[in-house]
């Protein structure tokens, strides 16, 4: 069964520096894997999304994740972190004979000034 | 474009009593989903719908929920009756299609039961 680990449920960072969340999947075939953030509500947003191209993958607002199959990792990085990007952050693995998403646990990130 | 809309926006109901939930998809968008998020989780899917038809409902507890998609459009899910544990954010996702897609999220109703 598919499944992903997001392994710190709460970050933070100081405004200006870097963001690193982290997330582990478990697949049985080559998975497509997903960023999405949730703002205070709001709907979810997609940030970003793997689908076996290229395994650097940039998404919107800064943010990119490179998919690791090795260490079947896919963690989400940004360079400077802004205090926008305070919010709750999920990683997702597709599964199921729909490809329906599966989502981990949240991480939330803090941005201090 | 409009995005998914949902409503009730928030609900609070008694143990036992019944509610409703309302979602208007993306226009266009064959594919809708029911999510439930309890506080601390991600969202868990209920029950996926492509166009009128229930593609996926197996995490749904057919006992007290139940989810309707008439002509293909919006959708409504349904609560009865309402047990403590059923506390909390029910969101409503729309795709194109079905598959590892980009799905598209409403605002979410937030749920609680005394």
């Known amino acids: 069964a598919q499944s992903v680990t997001q392994l710190d449920s709460h970050v933070s960072v100081s405004e200006g520096t870097p963001v690193l969340l982290r997330c582990n999947y478990s697949s049985s075939y080559s998975p497509s894997l997903f960023w999405y953030v949730q703002h205070p509500n709001k709907g979810l947003q997609l940030l970003l999304k793997y689908t076996s191209a290229a395994t650097l993958v940039k998404g919107i607002n800064g943010f990119e994740a490179e998919f690791k199959k090795s260490e079947t990792s896919f963690h989400l990085t940004k360079p400077s972190a802004h205090m926008s990007d305070a919010a709750e952050y999920f990683c997702?693995?597709?599964?199921?004979?729909?490809?329906?998403?599966?989502f981990g646990k949240g991480t939330k990130l803090s941005v201090k000034p | 474009e409009a995005g998914v809309a949902q409503s009730p926006r928030y609900k609070i109901i008694e143990k036992r009593q019944s509610v409703a939930f309302w979602c208007n998809p993306i226009s266009g968008h064959a594919t809708l989903y029911w999510y439930q998020q309890i506080l601390g989780q991600g969202p868990k899917l209920l029950i996926q719908?492509?166009?009128?038809?229930?593609?996926?409902d197996s995490q749904l507890p057919k006992d007290r929920f139940s989810a309707e998609r008439l002509k293909g459009v919006d959708s409504t899910l349904k609560i009865q009756p309402a047990k403590l544990e059923d506390s909390a954010v029910y969101l409503c996702?729309?795709?194109?299609?079905?598959?590892?897609?980009?799905?598209?999220f409403g605002p979410g109703t937030r749920l609680t039961v005394t």
């Open positions: 719908f492509q166009n009128n038809g229930v593609v996926d």
């Open positions: 997702v693995v597709t599964g199921g004979s729909q490809g329906n998403l599966i």
């Open positions: 996702a729309s795709s194109l299609v079905s598959g590892p897609y980009e799905q598209y």
